[in-house]
């Protein structure tokens, strides 16, 4: 995202092009498609700020130095860019119902983000269902998860728009590991008609 005064990315992902290069990058987790050291080297340039949570450093130190830890509940400011990192978990993903092993245990540390830069608010739900803390996000755009498996199903993400009432809704993690924009164009039947839904053709 190009904004005022600063260049952002979030999870930068399989990115074919270096440019525009980042002054923040933020990173969700440490799963391997949302903390992509290749990617992350790609937009890198020596004043960047990466921001992300402790269990995401390990990984973001592959490619950068100047990183910024964050945790649930705290903010950050870097240049015009506000950070406030809100808990990202699943409630009802398991990876072994017998066991009651979930997929992103709370207790793990990680996150979403709520970027506050040029008088607007962007949140962006990382690899979550829909959490009671989400029920606090004020925000003119959000991103979304649809997919399912891992996160939030297209009616569990259209349960967490039509709760909070963005401007703008767009629905990610799709397209690539699972779902396709079947699930995204779901999603958007069932948001409310006064949020904006835009359905990207590639996934975020």
Known sequence: MVGEGAVLYIDPYQLQVGEPRADVILVTHEHFDHCDPPSIQRVLKPSTVVVAPRIAKPCVSKAAKNILEISPGESREVGPVRITAFPAYNLNKFRDPARGVVFHPKEDGRVAYLVEWGGVRLFHAGDSDFVPEFRQVVADVVFVPVSGVYV?????????????????????????????????????????????????????
């Open 152 to 204: 939030m199903t297209p009616q569990e993400a259209a349960e967490f728009v039509n709760t909070v009432v963005p401007k703008v809704a767009i629905p990610m993690h799709y397209g690539s590991i699972v779902a396709s924009r079947r699930e995204a164009e779901e999603f958007k039947r069932l948001v409310r008609p006064e949020v904006q839904v835009v359905v990207l053709d590639r996934e975020i």
